[in-house]
């Protein structure tokens, strides 16, 4: 076992009564078709140190067993009064993922706080001189979101339920050029037992580089090309033979279809593009 791990695994078993210790993960293994079938795997473990009003987490991510076990975040997260603060190597997120994935590890703290209704949070790089302040709020039944409020490319979230439907959208202003994205979800009853889960997904690119969406609800747009629209739709419903989700998509006139079945820790899925052929996969999901 790795020492690192192994100390921290040391450690967080020793704290004192009044603290807890979780440890949580989730194990994915793909058996892919193709010219030669293959299979990958990728393991995330979390675990938590707890105390009164503090915690302590370290996450090692995509753990594939041939390479050391490393921590990738570590940080910790206490309250104080009126203040949440949180400080360490930790990842961040623009928006909901419509657009953009997780930030890189950064070195970094924050504070956060509520004022008059309205959510504030400085945070800082460490080591930069420049802080950023987010804000959320709601205003007119719409759960607002600004992140890094002073500056130009300010990214801006707004969440809404219109007659049933769940509405997301995300906008962001670069030099280059202005990205937005709209997802629409609306659950349909089939009777008193069964529904249809139905989302559509819009995304205009001005900005390719600021699209870096690699695996969202439609899958990998990051290569969007600027001027494009990426278009697509995910139906999911249950049956008796466990979830089954079907997705379509646009990007940069490439049409993709992807089909899969989960039940339990098993999903077995069916993607294809275009012309090119199709290519079954089978995952196994464990989560504890």
């Known amino acids: 076992m790795n020492n690192k791990f192994l100390l921290a695994t ?10 807890g210790v979780e440890l949580s993960g989730n194990y994915e293994g793909t058996f892919t078709d193709g010219s030669g079938a293959t299979y990958a795997q990728d393991l995330d473990l979390t675990l ?18 041939s390479s050391a076990v490393t921590a990738t975040q570590v940080f910790v997260e206490a309250n104080v009064e009126t203040l949440d603060l949180k400080a360490g190597n930790y990842k961040t997120q623009n928006g909901s993922g419509l657009m953009q994935t997780e930030s890189d590890v950064t070195n970094q703290f924050e504070v956060a706080t509520s004022i ?13 001189g420049n802080a950023t ?8 039944g719409l759960d607002v979101t600004v992140q890094n409020v002073t500056a130009t ?20 202003n670069t030099t280059v ?19 249809i889960n139905v989302t559509s997904v819009f995304v205009d690119v001005n900005d390719a580089t600021a699209i870096t969406q690699d695996d969202g ?31 379509m998509y646009e990007v940069n006139d490439t049409t993709t279809f992807a089909g899969e079945v989960e039940r339990g820790a098993l999903t077995v899925g069916y993607t294809k593009v275009d012309n090119v052929d199709g290519v079954f996969d089978a995952k196994i999901n464990i989560a504890f």
């Open 116 to 128: 008059a209704g309205a959510s504030l949070t400085i945070g800082q790089v460490s080591g930069d």
């Open 133 to 140: 302040v987010d804000a959320s709020m709601e205003v007119a």
């Open 217 to 247: 609800i439609l899958g990998d747009i990051s290569g969007a090309n600027n001027g494009s629209t990426v278009k697509g739709a995910v139906i999911s419903t249950a049956t008796s033979f466990g979830t089954v989700t079907g997705k």
């Open 48 to 65: 938590v140190g707890s105390t009164d009003g503090a915690k302590v987490t370290m996450m090692m991510e995509d753990l594939t067993g």
């Open 177 to 195: 050029g202005r990205n937005t994205a709209v997802s629409a979800t609306a659950n349909i009853a089939l009777g008193e037992t069964s529904a």
């Open 10 to 19: 040391m450690i967080a078993t020793t704290l004192t009564a009044n603290a």
């Open 153 to 172: 490319d300010r990214f801006i979230t707004v969440v809404a339920n219109f007659f049933g439907f769940g509405v997301t959208a995300e906008t962001q």
